[in-house]
């Protein structure tokens, strides 16, 4: 394997979502143009995570290299000035999606965290697809339904709202704040029924 050599690297080890995204944000501003940051993670999500917020931002995503639990992500800043990151408009909140829920609408909720997380604890009947496996995977979604996404905090589900949207899906809404506040029903081996 070659080495990279960066000319930053930024210690996210031991975070989780959304702060590993929170401190490449934070380190991404001060790093001038066309430099290079090395981003290194232990949480899985981090690869999808960072990946489509470097899309999202305009940033160059270069690439991530695994050492052993650590995931090392290379970025390489955008030389545009006038960076502007995309945030999905379309957002609704708990309550209103545990509305639409006890209502029995005929919605899909699409819970993008990752399988683990998924199975101690979700929204029954959301479906899994975790955000790596979003691009693979968006076709078993169908277009004309409501999709409401949802992740740990509203970060991951607003890149995959946006990832849906670019796929032709109109009817995407991002939840927010999403699980870390959710106090409707769930399922999975935490379940705590309410």
Request: glycine fraction near 8%; aromatic fraction near 6%.
């Amino acid at each position: 394997m070659c080495n990279i050599n960066a000319d930053i690297i930024l210690d996210a080890k031991g975070l989780a979502c959304p702060m590993p995204i929170v401190k490449t944000k934070k380190a991404m501003n001060e790093l001038e143009a066309g430099k290079v940051i090395e981003v290194q993670a232990t949480d899985k999500g981090s690869k999808p995570d960072i990946k489509a917020w470097a899309e999202s931002t305009g940033h160059q995503y270069l690439g991530t290299l695994e050492d052993g639990d650590v995931l090392k992500h290379f970025l390489r800043k955008s030389s545009n000035d006038e960076v502007v990151e995309k945030k999905y408009p379309h957002v609704i909140n708990n309550d209103e999606l545990k509305k639409k829920i006890e209502s029995n609408e005929n919605i899909v909720v699409l819970d993008v965290r990752e399988a683990v997380e998924y199975t101690f604890n979700h929204i029954p009947g959301a479906i899994s697809i975790p955000m790596g496996e979003l691009d693979d995977r968006a076709k078993e979604l169908r277009k004309e339904q409501e999709i409401f996404v949802v992740c740990r905090t509203g970060n991951r589900s607003d890149l995959a709202a946006q990832k849906l949207r670019e796929k032709g899906f109109d009817k995407v809404f991002n939840v927010i704040p999403g699980m870390s506040e959710w106090n409707g029903n769930t399922e999975g081996i935490n379940h705590e029924g309410g």
